[in-house]
């Protein structure tokens, strides 16, 4: 059992959009920054969002963070087939002095 | 550019132990800290342990007192001495690098897989 929740799966079409969750408690998101990853099959992670809502050098603007209290939210917007893969956020965790996961969301743009 | 190489990984019985490598260069690496994070196979990520750049370090209760990461800034080198290695700790164990925030992880290197079986 993940500290942070995802949802296990999202789906949407081509050129829609869709938003993944995270939620945790106030020992990590609501205190910490929150880190989004994608990951492709068989790759290691990326990174796409830090500091709740930063892209780094590369990252398109389709993908955007946010975060109120103890929840955090990516978006992807205009999506596209090679956006397939599983996303992840992640903080750390004040009170246990670790960092957490969140399960992982599989999107699959139909 | 950031590159960050993991080695050591392999098949080992259990109870047995491995010492994991991740070597880094492109970056100042005594100046971030550190990160070791596992996927089981066909599982999610799993923060595994962190040394921050002055050699403090932190661990997942599902590995506190059977790991333990450390350092050689001289060699741009973090490792992690893992014992008493049980089956689920079979996973493929990548190497990040914090964000200047002190924040993970803005890279990855691409995973070495430890098989922990009789």
């Known amino acids: 059992q993940s500290v942070l929740t995802q949802p296990p799966s999202v789906s949407a079409a081509p050129g829609q959009q869709v938003t993944i969750s995270c939620s945790g408690s106030?020992?990590?998101?609501?205190?910490?920054?929150v880190s989004w990853y994608q990951q492709l099959p068989g790759t290691a992670p990326k990174l796409l969002i830090y500091e709740n809502n930063k892209r780094p050098s590369g990252i398109p603007d389709r993908f955007s963070g946010s975060k109120s209290g103890t929840s955090a939210t990516l978006g992807i917007t205009g999506l596209q087939t090679g956006d397939e893969a599983d996303y992840y956020c992640g903080t750390w965790d004040s009170s246990l002095r670790v960092g957490v996961f969140g399960g992982g969301t599989k999107l699959t743009v139909l | 550019e950031v590159q960050l190489l993991e080695s050591g990984g392999g098949l080992v019985q259990p109870g047995g132990s491995l010492r994991l490598s991740c070597a880094a260069s492109g970056f100042t690496f005594s100046s971030y800290g550190m990160i070791w994070v596992r996927q089981a196979p066909g599982r999610g990520l799993e923060w595994v342990s962190a040394?921050?750049?002055?050699?403090?370090?932190y661990y997942a209760d599902s590995v506190k007192g059977r790991f333990t990461i450390s350092r050689d800034n001289s060699k741009n080198t973090m490792y992690l001495q893992m014992n008493s290695l049980r089956v689920d700790d079979t996973a493929v164990y990548y190497c990040?690098?914090?964000?200047?925030?002190?924040?993970?992880?803005?890279?990855w290197g691409q995973g070495t897989l430890v098989t922990v079986s009789s």
């Open positions: 990040a690098k914090d964000l200047p925030s002190a924040t993970c992880c803005d890279s």
């Open positions: 040394i921050t750049g002055n050699y403090g370090a």
């Open positions: 106030s020992s990590n998101v609501g205190k910490n920054y």
